[in-house]
């Protein structure tokens, strides 16, 4: 029984621990990352598809859902001008089958 808890305890989070469900700040000390988003796929660290429901948010793989509220999200991101400056760089792609990680060892950083 012990171990049926500790299995469902694990599942949770990996549904509900890991989404991504993204809030944008305007001030970067707000933020848990900042992130740049560059206009080349080879520079990003990941490839992110906006989704248009929070549902299809799930996972850490590059499906984000932009909150209107920040406490609504899990991630609170903060978008830099300028490369250097950010934690993680993304590029936005047109499908969601696109997205992913290109940097995998940044990957730690979407999980909070």
């Known amino acids: 029984m012990k171990n049926f808890y500790l ?3 694990f599942l ?8 991504q469900k ?7 000390y707000k933020a848990d990352i900042k992130v740049f988003a ?10 992110v598809y906006k989704v248009s429901a929070d549902y299809k948010a799930n996972g850490n793989e590059g499906l984000w859902f ?3 509220r920040d406490y609504q999200a899990e991630t609170k991101v903060f978008f830099t ?18 997205a992913g990680w290109r940097n995998k060892s940044k990957i730690h950083l979407l999980y909070h």
């Open 7 to 9: 299995l469902s305890f």
């Open 12 to 19: 949770c989070c990996s549904v509900y621990g890991f989404s």
């Open 22 to 28: 993204v809030f944008t700040t305007d001030r970067d």
């Open 38 to 47: 560059t206009d080349r796929d080879y520079k990003a660290d990941l490839l």
């Open 66 to 68: 932009f909150t209107e």
């Open 81 to 98: 001008d300028r490369d250097y400056q950010a934690d993680l760089i993304i590029f936005f792609v047109d499908a969601d089958y696109k």
